[in-house]
């Protein structure tokens, strides 16, 4: 069973901080690695992607990958209220584009 | 930008009832999907297309079943709507892995 695990949550953060999400995956076949955004009600939203490992940056936005460890990582930098979401990390595999999600980490930025 | 679509935000349909729930998307996409998105257990894949009438069971089929006549449409079918099947389901399409989510219909079935 390929799994994607992430920590529930609520996380979190003050405005202005640095968030840390993280997510682990069990297949070691898994080649591509996103992040999605979704807020209460609304459907899943792509901010970032990466294939390679290290570090991958856009804008406030920076996704980690180690596949040795098989982990990924999103960094927000200066959060905001505006990031509280539940964030959705998903691996691939190449096979038909299908993806495998974790149950996401919901982020609190306080004032 | 693109752009995939859902029939409907919100539908309601009592149990043993027929539901077509439509998918379009304008991007040319080959792949398409169809989730359910329940608190505490996240996406799961129903079925998936990678064309025109290929279709391939996801990790929760049984209930479902799906059409995909034209590359742009993909409609998942519930054949006799049952209490259980009560969530939001969300369409996707991709051409590489990155997928791309419609807005999601909030089924009750009642």
């Known amino acids: 069973q390929k799994e994607v695990e992430q920590n529930s949550g609520p996380l979190s953060v003050p405005e202005g901080a640095i968030a840390s999400l993280n997510c682990t995956y069990s297949?070691?076949?898994?080649?591509?690695f996103f992040w999605y955004r979704q807020y209460s009600g609304k459907s899943p939203e792509l901010i970032m992607f990466i294939y390679s490992n290290g570090d991958k940056e856009d804008g406030r936005f920076t996704a980690q990958l180690n596949k040795a460890s098989q982990y990924v990582s999103l960094l927000i930098r200066d959060s905001q209220p505006s990031d509280s979401a539940t964030y959705l990390c998903a691996a691939g595999t190449g096979t038909a584009s299908k993806l495998t999600f974790g149950t996401g980490t919901r982020l609190q930025v306080t004032l | 930008d693109v752009k995939v679509t859902q029939s409907s935000r919100y539908l309601v349909k009592r149990t043993g009832e027929k539901v077509f729930l439509e998918c379009v998307q304008d991007m040319d996409h080959e792949n398409m999907f169809w989730y359910r998105q329940d608190p505490g257990l996240g996406l799961r894949l129903i079925y998936f297309s990678y064309d025109v009438k290929m279709k391939e069971k996801g990790d929760i089929p049984e209930g479902y079943s799906v059409s995909r006549e034209k590359k742009e449409r993909f409609s998942l079918i519930l054949e006799s709507a049952s209490t259980n099947q009560t969530s939001m389901y969300l369409c996707a399409s991709s051409f590489s892995d990155s997928q791309y989510f419609g807005p999601g219909t909030r089924l009750t079935v009642t």
């Open positions: 297949d070691r076949g898994s080649q591509s």
